[in-house]
């Protein structure tokens, strides 16, 4: 039976917290690592993605041999290092005769692997095989667009989770509103075939075009490469309906003294403290005392007159 540590202080709880999954998840982190062997193609393409990736990843440089995603037991050391990085995508690059140039993408849910794709790289090209006005370079942590060309994004199994986690790895952390002016990268992926993606990094130049909103022209800054997809797991029901659990199928905590009604809405009860009026001290000049003193004078006036009266009449 494993043993349960539970943290010692406040600083520790709370980073535990922020490690833990979320309903509403922050910018995903992704850790960029290889293994034994690899080529210098996959070396320029694994620095290409923690370059655009830069604030956002982490990248080990050394070997790692004992790492086989697709196989049983060969995620353990993936899982090490996601808990140590709190890392939710990691990267890994290898390079074998059977499979040259070899790129596993993955996703990670509560530190444990939750799908995978393997692709081939193929017709790489560096940033720095293309010539462009360096001006025109996007900024580091800039938001990118994401285009998917192609019906076979839509159709083809393969395609659709490429796609998928193409998506979560290169868009950044997720936001609701974001400025025209500083949007000046995009990444355009075009589906080839049933089984190839061509993935490359524009650099978006804003013209006139006579109207409110700019026209927009796509310039080729690099990296680019196509993508063979070789192999894909997908995760099993159960752990798919726990990670996408949203915050609608979470029950709702029951509100003390408040319910609703179908007529009247929302209904609240609201429980005051018995008043003791009594022990209420009045000023000195409160409204009414002259009014009462007067009332009393009176008063006091009539039964002297019926006194009078009756000691008249005996």
């Given amino acids: 039976m494993m043993k349960i540590k539970t943290p010692r202080n406040g600083r520790v709880r709370r980073e535990l917290e922020k490690r833990a999954p979320k309903l509403v998840e922050t910018g995903k982190k992704t850790l960029i690592l290889q293994g034994t062997k690899t ?15 830069k604030g956002g990843a982490v990248r080990f440089t050394r070997k790692n041999d004992n790492i086989r995603p697709f196989e049983s037991g060969g995620e353990t050391s993936l899982e090490f290092f996601s808990l140590k990085t709190d ?13 040259p140039n070899n790129l596993v993408i993955g996703r990670m849910y509560d530190h444990h ?20 006005d360096k001006k025109m370079a996007p900024r580091v942590g800039s938001k990118p667009f994401i285009a998917f060309v192609g019906e076979g994004f839509e ?20 936001v609701e509103n974001i400025n025209l002016a500083g949007l000046d990268r995009a990444y355009v992926c075009t589906a080839i075939s049933s089984n190839k993606v061509y993935l490359t990094h524009c650099a978006i130049r804003l013209k006139k075009s006579g109207t409110v909103v700019p026209r927009m022209e796509l310039v080729e800054v690099g990296p680019s490469m196509d993508l ?33 009604d179908a007529i009247e809405g929302t209904i609240g009860k609201i429980y005051i403290p018995d ?30 007159a019926s006194k009078k009266q009756k000691e008249e009449s005996e």
């Avoid at 692709?119 to 095989?129: L, M, Q, T």
């Avoid at 083809?156 to 997720?174: A, P, Q």
């Avoid at 008043?275 to 039964?303: C, F, I, S, T, W």
């Fill in 113 to 132: 692997v939750y799908d995978l794709v393997e692709v081939g790289v193929e017709n790489f090209k560096s940033i720095e095989s293309f010539t462009y």
């Fill in 87 to 99: 890392c939710s995508i990691f990267v890994y690059g290898s390079h074998s005769k059977k499979r």
């Fill in 39 to 53: 080529s210098g193609t996959l070396n320029g393409v694994l620095s290409e993605i923690y370059h655009l990736k």
């Fill in 228 to 260: 063979v997809v070789r192999r894909h797991r997908l995760p099993n029901e159960g752990l798919r309906k726990e990670a996408m659990r949203t915050a609608k199928d979470q029950p709702k905590k029951k509100i003390k003294n408040v319910s609703s």
């Fill in 275 to 304: 008043q003791k009026v009594g022990d209420v001290a009045l000023p000195n000049k409160a409204k009414g005392v002259k009014r009462e003193r007067r009332e009393a004078k009176k008063k006091e006036a009539n039964e002297r």
């Fill in 155 to 174: 159709n083809v199994d393969e395609l659709k989770h490429l796609k998928e986690v193409l998506l979560d790895l290169l868009r950044g952390e997720v």
